[in-house]
């Protein structure tokens, strides 16, 4: 793949980004009006395409290692902890039936979801500027070629 179809995909992953990003907010604005056993199996639909998706993107980062940089590699790797530790912790508060209990858990939930709503937006604007950067990277390249 040469640099300017590299460039070209990142320019299709990023409106791929927007498309799917509608999809969630379409998803959970729908889940106000559904049954709760539709909307549990919805969340649980939603885990496992997520955790896939980050399956996919640790061997993606693997295999690709060498042309990944340090940090965004070990960004990769914090997130995927971070993850799992949210998922263990909602496993755990499931079982929790009081009401007392339920409300704390829902209160706690809601925040992690703004908190992830917040962090995929600073994802995006730090995607953007990767790319923007990676564009200017290949012009200074380009310019220097043909200066020499």
């Known amino acids: 793949m040469t640099t ?6 990142a320019s ?10 509608k999809e969630a ?3 959970a604005s729908a889940a106000r009006n559904q049954a709760k056993a539709d909307v549990e199996k919805s969340a649980d639909e939603a885990r496992a395409r997520a955790e896939a998706h980050a399956e996919e993107l640790q061997r993606s980062a693997t295999a690709t290692g060498a042309h990944i940089s340090a940090s965004w590699n070990d960004m990769q790797k914090s997130w995927g902890n971070h993850m799992a530790q949210v998922r263990q912790s909602i496993d755990d508060k499931k079982g ?3 009401a007392r209990r339920a409300e704390a858990r829902a209160d706690d939930a809601e925040a992690d979801a703004l908190f992830a ?23 200074e ?7 020499t």
Do not use: G, N
């Not at 300017?4 to 995909?9: I, N, R, T």
């Not at 709503?117 to 200017?136: G, H, M, N, R």
């Not at 390249?141 to 200066?147: I, S």
């Open 141 to 147: 390249a380009e310019d220097r070629a043909m200066a």
């Open 96 to 98: 929790q039936r009081d």
């Open 25 to 27: 907010e379409d998803h």
């Open 117 to 139: 709503i917040d962090y995929a937006y600073a994802t995006v604007e730090e995607a953007e500027y990767a790319v923007l950067d990676a564009i200017s990277a290949r012009m």
């Open 4 to 9: 300017s179809e590299k460039l070209m995909d």
């Open 12 to 21: 299709q992953k990023l409106a791929k980004l927007s498309e799917r990003a």
